[in-house]
T-cell receptor
Framework: EPEVTQTPSHQVTQMGQEVILRCVPI?????FYWYRQILGQKVEFLVS????????KSEIFDDQFSVERPDGSNFTLKIRSTKLEDSAMYFC????????????FGSGTQLSVL | GDSVTQMEGPVTLSEEAFLTINCTYT??????LFWYVQYPGEGLQLLLK?????DKGSNKGFEATYRKETTSFHLEKGSVQVSDSAVYFC?????????FGKGTSLLVTP
């Protein structure tokens, strides 16, 4: 079965550094998403992306965050200047159709900001 | 806002025990409701869903019924297996997004 892949599985960075989290969605999917889960808290929606633009974003997704689909296969999340509170598990997801009826998730990238 | 609340874990059961994981949702709009499962080292996978009141989602022996009167979508399984050990997430949709609960960790022992 096709799957969403995320790299790296673990990322450690210093506060203030830029990080890029990478995702390869399922090839025929058109909608892409980032979620995150801070330890002990809910899985939170960050952003959805369609047709090379953001379709929806949450309050969490401030100017420090950006997303990009630089080529036909990758979907990236960039955090410009990381803060301690950005430490979380970040999940990428994709779907073929609009809406959240069936999302396919990656296994996540654990980001640790020191 | 649109949210879900699920029971805190961890839940530890013996093999073949009955499982219930409670989930309630905020009653704004007419959401679809989901249970996702995350096995160790893997991503979240859709386990089952229900799109309207009184619908029952089922998969792999798990069931959940969309109860509008109690705004609930409790997950049940009659006889759990060791392989069911995972984290279970209740969710509802809100626009493009899914709103998840915190997740409930289930450990099934032989």
């Amino acid at each position: 079965e096709p799957e969403v892949t995320q790299t790296p599985s673990h990322q450690v960075t210093q506060m203030g550094q830029e990080v890029i989290l990478r995702c390869v969605p399922i090839s025929n999917h058109l909608y892409f998403y980032w979620y995150r889960q801070i330890l002990g808290q809910k899985v939170e929606f960050l952003v959805s992306f369609y047709n090379n633009e953001i379709s929806e974003k949450s309050e969490i997704f401030d100017d420090q965050f950006s997303v990009e689909r630089p080529d036909g296969s990758n979907f990236t999340l960039k955090i410009r200047s990381t803060k301690l509170e950005d430490s979380a598990m970040y999940f990428c997801a994709s779907s073929r159709d609009r809406g959240s009826e069936k999302l396919f998730f990656g296994s996540g990238t654990q980001l640790s900001v020191l | 806002g649109d949210s879900v609340t699920q029971m805190e874990g961890p839940v530890t059961l013996s093999e073949e025990a009955f499982l219930t994981i409670n989930c309630t949702y905020t009653a704004t709009g007419y959401p679809s409701l989901f249970w996702y499962v995350q096995y160790p080292g893997e991503g979240l996978q859709l386990l089952l869903k229900a799109t309207k009141a009184d619908d029952k989602g089922s998969n792999k022996g798990f069931e959940a019924t969309y109860r509008k009167e109690t705004t609930s979508f409790h997950l049940e399984k009659g006889s759990v297996q060791v392989s069911d050990s995972a984290v279970y997430f209740c969710a509802r949709n809100s626009g493009y997004a899914l709103n998840f609960g915190k997740g409930t960790s289930l450990l099934v022992t032989p």
